[in-house]
């Protein structure tokens, strides 16, 4: 492998210190309420997107939810009651337009010790700046080389840009194993004896502004996948609009020259910098 420079490696190192950003202090917080126990905060929403929920706070009332001036709060209950809470929540910032991109798929909000305490439509998760779970998978060869996928122009979001060899959202339903397989051979077609022999590494949490759509907080399940020589990528799911193998220095170079998605460069810089130690 070719060495990667000093300033190279101090740019990675620099940009991997800032994953998890704050939310801007404008954004009103969303909260569980817990009766005895501290209110834990897990959301955020864009003062853009306020007026268009306390409308519909002024029509009716909403089981287990409440929104005061500068705050949402959302009472515990049972999974399918909290479910059905947001997702009324949900619908109406879609009919208002603020949530584009309508997936028809859920993601579930997980705590810190895996607990799921609801599910919702996962384009809705950004909007109220709920976490979410993704897998990304970094493909690599013995000779030092990583495969990289572009992402199709039809996507609605980064199309174009470069991705992991895979990459995508943990459904309610699923484990990030589980995930991981399943988005190893839809985007990239890795048999499962190839998959199996994914590696955890270990997480990284995003949290970033996600361009007026609202705010971006997930959790990455990092894994890596040494490839055979012969193997080629191949898309399945009309996701991705093709690969390319490059060393590890001309990938750093293109995570620099900000052709990577947002979750991709902070994924590929920790994978060059591991390796390059």
């Not at 190279?8 to 009103?28: S, V, Y």
């Not at 199309?159 to 988005?183: C, F, H, M, Q, Y």
Request: glycine share 6%.
């Amino acid at each position: 492998m070719s060495a990667l420079t000093t300033s190279t490696i101090a740019a990675l190192e620099e940009m991997l210190q800032n994953t998890a950003r704050p939310a801007p202090a404008d954004f009103m917080p969303i909260y569980f309420c817990r009766g005895n126990q501290e209110d834990l905060l897990i959301g955020h929403l864009n003062p853009d997107f306020i007026p268009h929920l306390q409308e519909l706070f002024k029509k009716q009332a909403v089981n287990l939810a409440r929104m005061s001036h500068d705050r949402l709060s959302i009472q515990l209950g049972r999974p399918k009651e909290l479910s059905a809470t947001l997702s009324l929540l949900a619908n109406h910032m879609r009919q208002g337009g603020f949530i584009p991109g309508w997936r028809n798929e859920e993601f579930a909000w997980v705590d810190q010790n895996g607990h799921k305490y609801f599910r919702l439509e996962r384009s809705a998760f950004r909007t109220f700046g709920f976490r979410s779970m993704a897998t990304h998978i970094n493909g690599y060869t013995k000779a030092d080389t990583i495969w990289l996928g572009r992402r199709s122009e039809n996507k609605p979001t980064d199309p174009g840009k470069l991705d992991n060899l895979a990459a995508g959202g943990i459904s309610a339903d699923e484990t990030p194993w589980v995930s991981a397989r399943r988005e190893l051979w839809e985007e990239a077609g890795v048999p499962e004896q190839i998959a199996d022999d994914i590696e955890p590494i270990g997480r990284i949490h995003m949290r970033r502004m996600a361009n007026g759509r609202g705010f971006h907080d997930e959790q990455l399940f990092i894994y890596d996948l040494e490839l055979p020589k012969q193997f080629i990528p191949t898309n399945h799911d009309g996701e991705v609009s093709g690969f390319i193998e490059v060393s590890y220095t001309e990938a750093a170079a293109r995570i620099l020259a900000d052709e990577f998605t947002s979750d991709a460069a902070f994924v590929t810089a920790d994978f060059i910098l591991r390796r390059n130690k």
